[in-house]
């Protein structure tokens, strides 16, 4: 689906004469967030939803108590034609009120005529609307011949479905009902309780009403749908009666649900008892959809979630196994994390999805230990600070006054950075005193809302005296950035001293102060020979130093982060550096390895540490048994190859790369590696997308075309051979043979991707077309993007890929001179990650200066691109600056390495 712009001459011309509803502009008396005179006590929903419609109707009643006299109510309702309103008050008839929607994000209200007191009205309105032409609100999915609707609501979408009251705080029960063919299934938050026939082929289903609810969680699914009916989530300690299980998918996709049904009462029953708190509503439907925005959506009862997380078996790939684990565990956390307890405004999201991001590695890693899930939280943090080191990064817990600022907070700094901290938490707190604090806090607050200070009550409470979480808490959600410990270690036989310096972590060309402040508790581990030693103290101050006494004789090595628990990065002298480099696979655990490798590419990114010196390290660290030590360095390695070095010299550093990984490579594709399953899975993929996508190895390309080409069944004709694909390879192989593959068989590609209903393998395709360097099937690849056949999350991948550095001067002249036109062609969540998108590998001022006058107007209709584009334009810098510092050294080391 595509949204379509109308000339403005056009849209007048329609208003006129009354056949467009639309906003009113925007007037300086409408408030952002509701007065709090007028609250809603429950919601009564009937909805006609039929596919094949291009609008739905509706139905709703609002009983809402007026806490004071007014003669006008300000609510929710966004493009949606209002045919009648009326309010009845409590001791008198029913009259009519005049609607109107005042601001473009649907910020409305009734106009009563008349001075209402105090007392509880209930609201009833009629009206049609338009199916969405983004992925929001209610929109419609077309699959073959089939139209499907599906809902999502978060943030702030439920008001383009009903007339409400769309904030987290109003969280009231919902008595739904919904009518549409009788040849379709309709699916709500809870179970069904009554079904209608109601003649010409239309029937109305009733649902139990739900416990209290915000409007974003609301969800609705209507369509020929497969439904798979799943053994119950049996009873548990918490809960005496069985929780229902249906897998729903597209027509002729329910077998395909079996892996995710099979493993989802498991993790039910783990979060339970980790709460100790029961699921908390009458069932559990969890959805497959072809098209969806976001990865998925938590929605209660009725979890939505992209194809690919759902729709696999045994032989899928170890990657989209665990991104369903997580993802799956994810979602099922939000259940008690946002759903149970919500959060009354959205500067408090972190904690629905901190939380869930926290929570989800706990949970599958104690279902699925074998996908070492234990190490994702201290990964996503990691990955967090890139962003996080900024200096126009948000804070956790940053005010939130429009809703730009919403769509803002769904961010890395959120999600990983939050997660982070919780993890920290956990540590200095300890496992159990966290976990009860977080039982006591789902006790008090079940079905109500609570803030970030009601969480530090039900913490302290159970934590009592000595230890200082508002501290911490306040340090961490309060201020972004990240605290760096500059720390260095002496020993004088009897007593290990070891001074700590804290200030904000900068990397180069960074205008930021690092002169920050945090409540840091940190763990700090030494040892010498076998033997081990960890004490934790909490930095408060700018500079400390602290006393240990040694058991035996003095430490041989310190470790500043023990077991990588806290958020920060650190740095040591030479010889301390030295020192665990000669113990990082023998006396350092996993979370150790990960915290040491991210020290060095920190010190990278901060100048500290040199482009020689880096290589020098690169070795040692792709013998790690962990895939995950080697992503950040990776990284590094790939923007010194792409933006450091020149045309000439990158041949070398590629001969380099294959020389130091290769071996590794072969031994992972001859089944001889020592790593574990899942790590061997993750470290073939990293390294086959460097030599064959970065690199462009000759011989790793050569073989992925062959496989290629068998596995889409090219030249046509040929029968498809999927034997030799390695799943886990799927998109870098697709890149290989896309990327140099000429006009046949990019055809080919395109019309296997029309015909196949496996919306993983047609992602990878969209991603392989971004990397075509040949203009002229460029061409044929950018009106093939933006036409029919591409759904609005592949349309996405393309995009995001299609500035790489092999395409880059075939696409970006385009882009500049069409945005408006792509933007156009995609959907909500395309214009506001678009910055990011087209900007993430640019690295010169001038790129800078051309993004930011290709943006600037647009940056209005989507809400949330303007924090990316400032972000974006940030990280250009800094590249520009790690530019200037690194590309010197790292031509002249690639020089001396030229045969």
């Avoid at 109308?6 to 011309?13: E, I, Q, T």
């Avoid at 002496?490 to 700590?500: A, F, N, P, V």
């Avoid at 960074?510 to 033997?531: E, H, I, K, M, N």
Wanted: hydrophobic share 45%; glycine share 6%.
């Amino acid at each position: 689906m595509r949204e379509q712009r109308l000339s403005k001459r056009f849209l007048a011309l329609l208003m006129l004469i009354g056949g467009l509803n639309c906003a009113a502009p925007v007037r300086a008396e409408a408030p952002f967030r509701l007065p709090g005179t007028v609250r809603p006590q429950a919601y009564r929903i009937d909805l006609t939803i039929v596919p094949d419609r291009e609008r739905f109707a509706g139905h709703v009643e609002i009983d809402v108590q007026l806490a004071a006299s007014t003669e006008e109510i300000w609510l929710h309702g966004r493009e949606l034609d209002i045919e009648r309103v009326t309010v009845e008050p409590r001791d008198g008839p029913a009259f009519p009120v005049a609607y109107e929607q005042i601001t473009r994000d649907g910020m409305s209200r009734l106009l009563l005529g008349r001075t209402l007191e105090a007392q509880r009205v209930t609201l009833r309105f009629d009206y049609t609307a338009p199916f969405s032409d983004s992925l929001n609100g209610l929109y419609k999915v077309r699959v073959g011949d089939d139209n499907y609707v599906f809902s999502q609501f978060e943030s702030v979408d439920a008001r383009k479905v009903i007339p409400s009251f769309d904030e987290p705080l109003f969280k009231t029960p919902f008595e739904v009902s919904v009518t549409t063919r009788a040849q379709d299934r309709v699916f709500g938050n809870m179970q069904a309780v009554e079904t209608r026939e109601l003649g010409d082929d239309m029937r109305q289903t009733r649902y139990a009403p739900t416990p209290p609810l915000p409007t974003y969680l609301l969800a609705f699914a209507v369509g020929p749908f497969d439904v798979v009916e799943w053994d119950a989530v049996a009873a548990s300690p918490y809960r005496d009666t069985p929780v229902p299980l249906r897998g729903i998918t597209v027509r002729g996709q329910g077998e395909r649900m079996h892996f995710a049904l099979q493993r989802t009462a498991p993790l039910v029953l783990r979060l339970e008892d980790y709460f100790a708190t029961a699921y908390p509503f009458d069932k559990l439907d969890i959805v497959a959809v072809p098209d969806f925005a976001a990865g998925a959506m938590e929605n209660a009862g009725l979890i939505m979630y992209r194809e690919p997380l759902m729709l696999l078996d045994e032989a899928s790939a170890v990657s989209q196994k665990r991104s369903y684990l997580r993802v799956h565990a994810h979602e099922l956390a939000h259940q008690w994390f946002g759903n149970l307890v919500t959060m009354p405004w959205w500067d408090d999201l972190w904690l629905n999805e901190a939380f869930a991001s926290w929570l989800q590695a706990k949970i599958a890693d104690s279902v699925a230990p074998e996908y070492h899930f234990d190490r994702e939280t201290q990964i996503g943090a990691i990955r967090a600070m890139t962003v996080d080191s900024l200096i126009s990064t948000r804070r956790i817990r940053q005010p939130v006054n429009s809703t730009g600022d919403i769509e803002a907070a769904f961010d890395g700094i959120t999600y990983r950075k939050g997660a982070g901290v919780l993890q920290m938490l956990e540590a200095y707190m300890g496992e159990d005193v966290f976990r009860a604090g977080l039982r006591d806090y789902m006790r008090r607050f079940a079905f109500g809302s609570a803030t970030v200070y009601d969480l530090m009550d039900s913490l302290q409470r159970v934590a009592g005296e000595g230890l200082e979480i508002e501290a911490v808490f306040e340090s961490f959600l309060f201020q972004p950035g990240v605290p760096y410990l500059a720390v260095t270690s002496r020993c004088d036989g009897e007593t290990l001293h070891i001074d700590i310096e804290q200030a904000r972590y900068l990397p180069l060309g960074s205008r930021g102060d690092a002169a920050q402040l945090w409540t840091v508790p940190v763990c700090l581990a030494w040892g010498a020979g076998d033997q081990r030693e960890s004490a934790c103290v909490l930095l408060a101050e700018r500079h400390e130093t602290y006393a240990f006494p040694v058991a035996e004789r003095c430490p041989e090595w310190v470790m500043p982060n023990a077991n990588g628990a806290a958020y920060l990065r650190w740095s040591v002298g030479k010889s301390d550096a030295e020192a665990l480099a000669a113990v990082f696979g023998t006396q350092l655990n996993t979370a150790e390895r990960v915290s040491f490798a991210d020290s060095i590419v920190a010190g990278v990114r901060a100048g500290s540490v040199s482009i020689p010196e880096f290589l020098a390290q690169l070795p040692a660290l792709a013998g790690a048994p962990e895939a995950e030590v080697l992503r950040q360095p990776l990284a590094v390695f790939r923007q010194m190859y792409h933006q450091l070095l020149t045309p000439e010299l990158r041949p070398v550093a590629g001969r380099y790369a294959v020389a130091t990984f290769g071996p590794l490579l072969a031994r992972l594709n001859g089944g001889e590696s020592s790593l574990s399953p899942a790590d061997a899975a993750s470290m073939r993929y990293r390294l086959t997308r460097l030599l064959a996508v970065d690199i462009g190895a000759p011989e790793t390309v050569a073989m992925l075309t062959r496989i290629a080409h068998g596995y889409v069944g090219y030249p046509a004709g040929t029968a498809p051979d999927a034997s030799r694909l390695d799943p886990d390879l799927l998109r870098p192989t697709l890149i290989a043979a896309a990327r140099d593959g000429d006009t046949a068989f990019i055809a080919h590609l395109m019309q296997v991707f029309r015909e196949s209903p496996d919306s993983r393998f047609r992602l990878a395709v969209m991603e392989a077309l971004a990397f075509v360097t040949d203009p002229v099937i460029a061409s044929t690849v950018r009106e093939f993007a933006l036409g029919p056949d591409v759904r609005g999350n592949e349309l996405d991948r393309w995009l995001y890929w299609i500035l790489n550095p092999g395409s880059h001067s075939v696409n970006w002249p385009w882009v500049r001179e069409h945005l408006g036109e792509i933007l156009a062609a995609g959907n909500a969540t395309i214009g506001r990650k678009a910055p990011n998108s087209f900007g993430h590998g640019l690295c010169r001022a001038e790129d800078a200066d051309a993004l930011e006058q290709m943006f600037s107007p647009h940056l209005e209709a989507y809400p949330g691109a303007g924090i990316r584009l400032t972000q974006t334009l940030e990280h250009i810098a800094l590249c520009a600056a790690f530019r200037a510092r690194h590309a010197e050294a790292a031509n002249a080391y690639f020089l001396a390495r030229e045969d």
